[in-house]
C-alpha cells in the first residue's frame, strides 16, 4: 500500500440526515465532477501543440512496439518531414481527438472527496455548514478500497500540468490520472485524497469501514443524539466530540459524553 502512513480519512457532511443514511446503510454517494465548487476539476487541458521533435518521438515509439527496423524507422520520418509536411497537422487533430475523449469519460466517473485533516476550521466552516455538521473517519487499510491504487492525494499546482508524448502512448491511464489528481493550489490546505468509480452521481459501498464519528462544536444537541443512537449499538466505532483549544486557535477532540 502506497502512503502507508496515512491510515485514516476525513469527509464532512453538512447535515446529519446524511451521516444517518451512510450508518443504515453502509453505502455513500460519488458525485460526478460537474457537482464540485471548482471548474477546473477533472476538466482541464493538459496538452499543448505538437512539435516535430514530439511528433518523431511518437513515430519512434510505434515503431518499436510494432517490431519496425530502425532504419525503416527513421526513413518512414524523413519522408514525412520533407515530403508531407502537414502530417503533424492529422496526427495532432488525433492526438486532440484523443485527450476530448479522456475529458469526457472522466467527467462521466464518481469522484468521492476525502481528506487527511479532521481539525480543519475552515473545512468544518465550508462543508460541515459552519461546525454545525459532522465528520466520519474511514479506516484505510491494504486490504479495502482506500488502500488500493484507486485512491491516492491530489497534487497542487499553480500550472496546468504536461504529459509528454511517451506519457501519453506508453503509459495507458497516466493521462486521466493526471488529471483526475491535479489541482490548483489555491486547495492545497484541503489535503484532499479522492477515490473513484466509473460511473457517478451513484451510491456506493463505503470505501473503507467507518472508525469514527465526530462532531463539530456546534453541532446540535438532537443530532448528535440521534447519530450516538446507530453507533452504540455497533463496536468499533468512536464517537468524539470537537472542542476549542485553550489560548489557541486550534481545534482538538474528546470523547463524546451524551
Avoid at 134 to 151: K, V, Y
Wanted: charged letters at 30%; proline letters at 6%.
Amino acid at each position: 500500500m502506497e502512503h502507508p502512513k496515512i491510515t485514516k480519512l476525513y469527509k464532512y457532511f453538512d447535515k446529519h440526515e446524511r451521516v444517518l443514511e451512510i450508518l443504515n446503510t453502509g453505502r455513500i454517494y460519488y458525485p460526478k465532477p460537474d457537482k464540485f465548487n471548482d471548474p477546473f476539476d477533472c476538466d482541464i487541458d493538459i496538452i499543448s501543440n505538437v512539435s516535430w521533435d514530439q511528433f518523431e518521438q511518437a513515430i519512434r515509439c510505434e515503431g518499436k512496439n510494432l517490431n519496425k527496423e530502425p532504419e525503416e524507422v527513421e526513413q518512414k520520418i524523413r519522408f514525412l518531414r520533407n515530403g508531407d509536411p502537414a502530417a503533424i497537422d492529422e496526427y495532432q487533430t488525433k492526438v486532440r481527438e484523443g485527450v476530448n475523449q479522456v475529458r469526457k469519460i472522466l467527467k462521466e466517473q464518481g469522484v468521492l472527496p476525502l481528506s487527511t485533516a479532521r481539525d480543519s476550521i475552515p473545512m468544518w466552516g465550508y462543508y460541515a455548514d459552519g461546525h454545525k455538521g459532522i465528520c466520519i473517519e474511514l479506516q484505510r487499510t491494504p486490504e479495502n478500497a482506500l488502500g488500493s491504487t484507486a485512491a491516492g492525494p491530489v497534487r497542487y499546482t499553480d500550472d496546468y500540468p504536461e504529459v509528454s508524448f511517451f506519457d501519453l502512448f506508453e503509459r495507458p491511464g497516466f493521462l486521466s490520472n493526471t488529471v483526475m489528481y491535479t489541482k490548483s493550489n489555491e486547495w492545497k490546505d484541503e489535503h484532499e485524497w479522492r477515490i473513484f468509480l466509473t460511473n457517478g452521481n451513484i451510491f456506493h459501498d463505503l470505501p473503507g469501514e467507518i472508525a469514527a464519528v465526530l462532531f463539530g462544536l456546534r453541532t446540535p444537541k438532537k443530532h448528535k443524539r440521534e447519530v450516538a443512537k446507530l453507533v452504540r449499538n455497533r463496536d468499533g466505532i468512536a464517537l468524539w466530540q470537537a472542542v476549542k483549544a485553550p489560548e489557541r486557535f486550534q481545534i482538538n477532540f474528546v470523547e463524546y459524553q451524551p
